[in-house]
């Protein structure tokens, strides 16, 4: 009988241990909820500790305080109790602590450690053994590196001030103390207010129209990480393109933005032929000022977007393609760290040429193939140059960097032609059946690398033999550079283009160069052809035929001005300025800042314009142009 007691007290020993941590099948069911919490590897880029205690919800109430350029209130966290642990670890940057309260009303110990200049600090508040939640009140630093403030000549407008965030990679730490790792996934709702009345839009369930209060609520009650947090404040109008989707912008760009995007519900009919229902409720665009580093981001309902993509004709669409193909690679099934950045943005440009082919053509999409392939290989050729040989692969290492060090064009190009080449092997047809499955099995869960190999092998190469051997798996994703077996882009219209090219730079007659019917992918095309060899009196040429130098459209004026730097074609200079001056997309500033460094004059001149420039730009940009400039 005591032999028998003795096992069973063990046996329930073992059992409760097991019900207190994240099983061997690394999933887990709290509180008898639906819910399932798959085990996490271990986030470099975070301190929080969510096999133990997870966040599942946040409520904010906040504040924006437009003259102070901060965020204040509070915000109430639900956490799955996973383990043993009674400490909640938090990411936090340049936050203003003021209390902690538990659920009971007690108020919580905490306390935040030193600053790391890539991580921020770490919050650590003790639960007691019953706690499901804490609120913090809060208020976050004017230096927030995610939130950018914008003064009224900064807008459009030029009459009310404007406020927007960027919380990707690991921003959001800098207004919301949060578990700052995306594979950490939760809803929210918020209540948020403004003293100026202005329309406030955040990554949820969105207000159409202002109010008299200023003050309005968000639901999100699909789980997202914590990168896809966002806000934005500003004098914003709303115009519907359908049920589905529309776009918000300042009412000075309001009508130039939906014109530019009205093939966007037929970009979402045609995403969901391919991978299934698009599931996000709604889908609108949010057109930013032109501050905003990027050219897209992906905030789930909300996407954000640079004003750079408004060139007049709708060629840049492919950017609005690109970010709704987000809404199942990225925000559905997500990178569980940083480290597996290219599931995310891989899958996503691959997803973007697949829709914009069944809208455009097969011979739209070879142009933007080919300038893509281009661009991989310039990016990998600068990292080898710079010994990163492992920063080309497509698995990464930035233990003890910053993430934003993974977001190049490996991840995007490298990853989508890895995708490619699986489709070649093994056929669109089944190839395209797996995304499905992919992305229906694996909705709202992470995803990292070591996961999606064994289900590619599982689900895809299984089926077909010798499929992986022919693929090169291995070398893809642990290998540097591009592997042998990639497929090779090619397309029909670049070939007049660089016949064209070839014309003018042997002869420098402008008059071969003949444009009707091209788009801004073979004014791309036909401009880096002529990087290597142009004259001074051919840029003077083009300059005069075509006028250059004023177009609307800044993916083209970014390679432009480049071949006037390296000509030194002075009367582009002045508009150079206006541009770095009036575009805060790092995409174009880079190229440009870095072409500018490497003469002692430019480097001198283009040192002059980033003093003017740097208030308009988002922090996100100023510290990369910095680098390049190598000025503090």
């Not at 940083?338 to 599931?343: A, G």
């Not at 698995?395 to 990853?415: C, H, I, M, Q, S």
């Not at 219209?493 to 070839?502: P, Q, Y």
Request: include cysteine; glycine fraction near 6%; proline fraction near 4%.
């Amino acid at each position: 009988m005591a032999k028998r007691w003795y096992y069973f007290f063990i046996l329930a020993l073992v059992f409760f241990h097991n019900s207190c941590v994240v099983n061997d099948e690394n999933r887990k069911k709290v509180n008898d909820s639906s819910t399932t919490y798959r085990f996490l590897e271990k986030d470099v880029h975070s301190f929080s500790n969510p096999n133990q205690n997870r966040v599942e919800h946040l409520h904010l109430n906040l504040e924006i305080n437009f003259d102070e350029k901060i965020l204040s209130g509070s915000v109430l966290i639900s956490i799955a109790r996973l383990g043993n642990s009674n400490h909640l670890h938090l990411d936090s940057k340049d936050l203003v602590i003021h209390k902690v309260l538990l659920d009971d009303g007690d108020t919580a110990n905490y306390s935040i450690s030193p600053k790391d200049s890539i991580l921020g600090q770490d919050l650590t508040i003790d639960l007691k053994s019953n706690t499901k939640s804490v609120e913090i009140f809060y208020e976050t630093s004017p230096e927030s590196e995610a939130l950018q403030w914008l003064n009224p000549k900064q807008t459009y407008g030029k009459v009310y001030p404007f406020l927007f965030s960027q919380s990707q990679a690991i921003l959001a730490r800098s207004w919301v103390p949060c578990q700052d790792s995306p594979g950490i996934k939760f809803t929210y709702s918020a209540d948020i207010g403004n003293s100026l009345g202005l329309l406030v839009l955040m990554s949820a369930q969105n207000p159409v129209e202002r109010n008299e209060s200023g003050r309005f609520h968000f639901e999100m009650d699909q789980p997202i990480s914590t990168y896809l947090l966002a806000i934005a404040c500003g004098n914003i109008k709303y115009q519907a393109l359908d049920s589905l989707c529309g776009v918000y912008a300042e009412s000075e760009m309001l009508e130039a933005s939906s014109w530019e995007l009205a093939s966007l519900p037929q970009m979402i009919k045609s995403a969901e032929s391919l991978y299934g229902k698009y599931v996000w409720k709604k889908y609108d665009v949010l057109i930013l000022p032109p501050s905003f580093p990027f050219g897209g981001m992906e905030n789930p309902r909300l996407t954000f977007a640079t004003p750079t993509i408004i060139a007049g004709d709708r060629s840049l669409v492919s950017l609005i393609a690109h970010e709704l193909a987000h809404s199942w690679s990225g925000n559905l099934v997500t990178n569980e760290t940083w480290n597996d950045f290219w599931l995310n943005e891989g899958f996503t440009v691959y997803f973007e040429q697949r829709i914009m082919e069944s809208i455009y053509g097969k011979r739209y999409v070879d142009m933007l193939n080919v300038l893509g392939m281009d661009e991989l290989k310039h990016t990998i050729s600068d990292l080898l140059k710079e010994d990163k040989s492992e920063d080309t692969h497509l698995f990464l290492n930035l233990k003890g960097r910053n993430p934003d060090d993974g977001l190049t064009d490996v991840a995007y190009e490298k990853g989508r032609y890895f995708l490619q080449t699986i489709e070649q092997i093994v056929g669109r047809k089944h190839f395209d059946s797996f995304l499905k499955k992919y992305f229906t099995e694996n909705s709202f869960q992470p995803m990292n690398t070591k996961r999606f190999i064994q289900y590619l092998k599982k689900n895809l190469l299984n089926k077909y033999k010798g499929s992986e051997k022919k693929l090169m798996l291995e070398r893809w994703v642990y290998g540097p550079g591009i592997p042998s077996n990639c497929t090779k882009p090619y397309s029909e219209e670049f070939n007049r283009v660089d016949s064209l090219s070839a014309l003018f730079s042997v002869s420098g007659d402008i008059n071969v160069v003949d444009t009707a019917g091209w788009t801004t992918h073979h004014w791309l095309r036909f401009l880096r052809s002529l990087k290597e060899s142009i004259s001074k009196e051919q840029v003077v040429s083009l300059e005069h035929t075509f006028h250059l130098s004023y177009s609307g459209n800044s993916e083209i004026l970014c390679d432009w001005f480049q071949l006037c730097i390296i000509t030194d074609f002075q009367p582009a200079f002045q508009p150079l300025e206006t541009f770095l001056i009036t575009v805060g997309r790092r995409k174009f500033l880079s190229p440009i800042y870095k072409l500018l460094s490497q003469t002692t004059d430019h480097r001198k001149w283009g040192r002059k314009v980033f003093v003017k420039a740097k208030p308009g730009y988002h922090s996100i940009t100023s510290a990369t142009i910095s680098e390049i400039l190598m000025v503090n």
